[in-house]
């Protein structure tokens, strides 16, 4: 499964941004998908999940600021992030959850100045 992450870039704390993810191959619209991120000098960790069926779950840090969804039909998952903090800047990517593909995508970075 090729994946590719886009929308990230440059915001100031409190700001939006709405990242996409694209799959290829059928597989991608029967797994629970996750987004994940990595912090500089950081190991990655999970940002949210969301199943097959649109059940979702987040990390503490996150939890009432972004938004999990996907689009079956196009393969597609995507994470609306609002209230931008500081900490939220690393390079977030998506992947498979709880067991990746095998690879991974080259991720899109985010940061958030304060």
């Known amino acids: 499964v090729q994946l590719v992450e886009s929308g990230g870039g440059s915001v100031q704390a409190g700001g939006s941004l709405r990242l996409s993810c694209a799959g290829s191959?059928?597989?991608?619209?029967?797994?629970?998908m996750g987004w994940y991120r990595q912090p500089p000098g950081k190991q990655r960790e999970l940002v949210a999940y969301i199943t097959r069926g649109g059940s979702t779950l987040y990390a503490d840090s996150v939890k009432g600021r972004f938004t999990i969804s996907r689009d079956n039909a196009k393969n597609t998952v995507y994470l609306q992030m609002n209230s931008l903090k500081p900490e939220d800047t690393a390079v977030y990517y998506c992947?498979?959850?709880?067991?990746?593909?095998?690879?991974w995508g080259q991720g899109t970075q985010v940061t958030v100045s304060s």
């Open positions: 992947n498979a959850f709880p067991r990746d593909f095998g690879s």
């Open positions: 191959g059928s597989i991608f619209s029967f797994n629970t």
